[in-house]
């Protein structure tokens, strides 16, 4: 994002007083209501498992699940249990779907949104305490394949250009220009204020403000969990360890009608911020139907073809939740996550002429008019208005605005002249595209003026994703970086810190 324009938007949105469109077109696919699940968290303040939750599709009520004491590992494994059986459905786990996951066709998509960063690093939480436990009970599995279902989900979330994991004021910013604070923008609350807070600059700024007094994160607000909930948890654990159950009922249905509160004000402005974003005016860019394709193969190898073997008897890998394990698999997703970058821009930008404007001014494209036409189109000349100096150089690729497929390279460059020498890489009439499908020879092209952007070579990317991952033989340098052995927390180089630490080496 070009920070110069931004300014511009925000100063432009300020005057308008209210919140702008960000470009002609919506660049975040909302999935049909009943694949689209919303999630809610909140947890305990220093506790990594969650207190309630709240999911629920967009064309039915949510469901709430709770536990008195968020602390309490027995009470929070038994809920996650009943949770496990909604998300599994959701995205179709072999065990609990009879159509099992697919990888074709943009309508198999299931999307989850929540509504911010702290919710989605919840799916990380969930996936370190229950993808690799060992935890003995007649449920274990479902809590398992609850964590490797998270695991995937929280790693799919970091993808660019991902479209299953939607936190909603990423996708609100994505929409809309806010003319607030960035720090601010994180809230999901206050960014809907903005959009439906009043009339005029003053009552939306003021309905934002005080939106934001209220925690949409995880966390409760702390005065709120100290004056209303502690005394009621504290009063749970009293009568638990006085074996009196009817006052822990009697507090645990206070405690549930607190956090149900919480759950629901965050359940509800995920959906709405959803609906907002679905019922927008403006059209989905069209370079969406290939990142959400990407989004349903991408969740399809890393998770439901693992889920099907294993539902087999087999034993796939599933991945670590906290490492890579190995440099060549740390250079490979790094490669991967470039050329992802790479491909989720080209796709929106060709269909989204504010994101075109952002490259232009970054240098990434020119605006151009074609002077002549070589012997039978072989090359064009062509010379720019716009950027002064670009960032090409001989040997680059450029697609023409709104056409993607129709590539040229760059044969010369002449920067004082602003003249471009450029050689087409199609060769006939490509159908569909209209004026923008000629036949490099046509006549037609010439004093047409057009906007030439960066093409990258994303495909050159995933490739290199590939070399990465392999081994070259035993002189292979990364033979050399090798995981240290593992050594218990009570052991240093001098041997045991205390005297029941474990031999070294032992798992234990």
Known sequence: MNASLETIRRLQAWSDGKPSPRGEVVNVHVADDENLLVVAFVRMGGESRPWGVALGTLDSDPIFFTVPDGRNRQLVGDMMIEV??????????????????????????RQIWLPGPTHVQMLHHLAAAYARTRWERDDVD??????????????????????????????????????????RQGHLGHLLAWLRGGRGRNARLEAALE???RSMATVLNPD?????????????????????????????????????????????????????????RRAYNSGLDVLVADSVKQM?????????????????????????????SAGAAFQRRIAHDEKARHMLVHGDRELQREELAAGHGVICRITN??????????????????????????????????????????????????????????????????????????????????????????????????????????????NPRWRHAARDEDGRVVEAAPDEGDPR
């Open 84 to 109: 496990a059986d909604h998300l599994l459905s959701h995205f179709d786990h072999p065990g609990w779907s009879e159509a099992g996951p697919s990888e074709d066709g943009i309508d198999t998509l």
């Open 211 to 213: 939106a934001e007094q």
């Open 300 to 328: 399809f190898r890393t998770w439901g073809q693992k889920t099907i073997a294993e539902e087999a008897g087999g034993e796939p890998y599933w991945p670590n939740v906290f490492t890579d394990n190995n440099p060549r």
């Open 224 to 280: 709120d969990e100290r004056r209303t909930l502690e005394p009621l948890v504290a009063k749970w654990t009293e009568a638990r360890r006085a074996g009196d159950t009817k006052s822990m009922a009697r507090e645990q249905k206070k405690i549930d009608a607190a956090l149900r509160e919480s759950l629901r004000e965050r359940w509800e402005a995920t959906a709405e911020a959803a609906r907002m974003i679905a019922t927008d």
């Open 373 to 482: 036409i070589g012997t039978k189109g072989s090359t064009w000349k062509a010379t720019w208005s716009y950027p002064a100096l670009p960032t090409l150089k001989e040997g680059n690729k450029l697609s023409i605005a709104g056409a993607p497929e129709m590539k040229l390279e760059v044969v010369d460059i002449d920067i004082d002249g602003a003249v471009l020498i450029l050689a087409p890489g199609w060769k006939r009439t490509k159908t569909g595209l209209g004026d923008l499908g000629l036949a490099p020879d046509d006549p037609r092209w010439r004093n047409k003026d057009l906007v030439l952007l960066d093409s990258p070579a994303y495909e050159l990317t995933e490739r290199k994703a590939t070399t990465a991952s392999k081994q070259f033989g035993p002189e292979d340098i990364t033979n050399l970086l090798r």
């Open 142 to 183: 479902t809590l398992r394949a609850l964590g490797n279902l998270c695991n995937a989900l929280f790693i799919e979330s970091q993808r660019p250009g991902q479209q299953t994991v939607i936190s909603a004021t990423a996708a609100l910013r994505t929409c809309w220009v806010f003319p607030t604070a960035n720090v």
